[in-house]
């Protein structure tokens, strides 16, 4: 009998970055990606609305695919229902998704840092007291991007993207006070990732992106049992509209991701 999957579960398609990294270190897991891309933004929720949503979507996905584990690959879902989810699934481990503040606190060496994130997550005290815990001695900037998720599925899609909306998007991440400038920024959506080489050529100077992936990849590693056999079970990809478009699907089969539907 095989053993269960690892899910991965993100508003839309920012969260295949951390598929990426979770599959280098677990080539032996098998994986069920889950796109909750009919409520898409997140941004744009209420707070109570949205979580009662994600609690209740987890009751379907945890029946229906009996995961190992479960990673938030989303920010501002981790940020906000990580705690309810753990609450309501209390046998089941959750790893979340939260901005790498910590980290580059210790990595600074001007002490201007900028956090890229969407309007929800800059919104979230749970951000907030992160900054107070770890990165009190640094001047962090929170920059809540209202756009910037959108364009990355798009860009991720194979549509044009304007460089202009991206850079004005990043734009107020760059800061300089006498002779510092920010050096760090950190990327606090899943979805970024997929533009960091944008990033870097619309940049006014040279800052280390941070990409939380590695690191979530890592805990979820750490928390599972040593498995010796390869799964011989496709990886799965679910989404909550049962419609990804042509562009999507063709984004699943180069990620080796066969659609499965979801059942409601």
């Not at 409520?39 to 209420?46: E, L, S």
């Not at 309810?84 to 503040?101: C, E, N, Q, S």
Request: glycine share 6%; aromatic share 8%.
């Amino acid at each position: 009998m095989s053993r269960g999957p690892v899910l991965l579960f993100d508003s839309g398609i920012g969260g295949l970055t951390v598929l990426r990294e979770a599959r280098v270190l677990m080539p032996e897991r098998r994986f069920v990606y889950v796109a909750d891309d009919d409520g898409f933004p997140y941004g744009v929720w209420g707070e109570g609305d949205l979580t009662d949503r994600i609690v209740n979507l987890f009751g379907t996905l945890l029946s229906e695919h009996q995961p190992q584990l479960c990673v938030i690959a989303c920010n501002t879902a981790s940020t906000l229902v990580l705690e309810a989810l753990r609450a309501a699934y209390p046998d089941m481990p959750f790893v979340g998704t939260v901005p790498a503040i910590k980290p580059a606190a210790e990595r600074t060496r001007s002490g201007l840092v900028s956090v890229l994130a969407t309007p929800g997550t800059v919104r979230r005290a749970y951000t907030r007291d992160l900054i107070q815990s770890f990165a009190a001695q640094c001047h962090v900037r929170l920059v809540g991007s209202e756009y910037l998720a959108g364009l990355a599925e798009a860009y991720i899609r194979g549509d044009p993207v304007k460089q202009d909306l991206i850079h004005a998007e990043i734009e107020p991440c760059f800061v300089e006070q006498e002779a510092r400038k920010t050096d760090i920024v950190v990327l606090a959506c899943t979805h970024y990732p997929f533009l960091a080489n944008q990033f870097r050529r619309l940049a006014p100077w040279p800052v280390d992106w941070l990409d939380p992936a590695e690191a979530i990849a890592k805990r979820a590693h750490s928390l599972l049992a040593p498995q010796h056999v390869v799964s011989d079970e496709p990886d799965v990809a679910v989404f909550t509209s049962d419609e990804p478009d042509f562009a999507v699907r063709r984004l699943l089969n180069g990620f080796g991701l066969t659609l499965a539907p979801m059942r409601h």
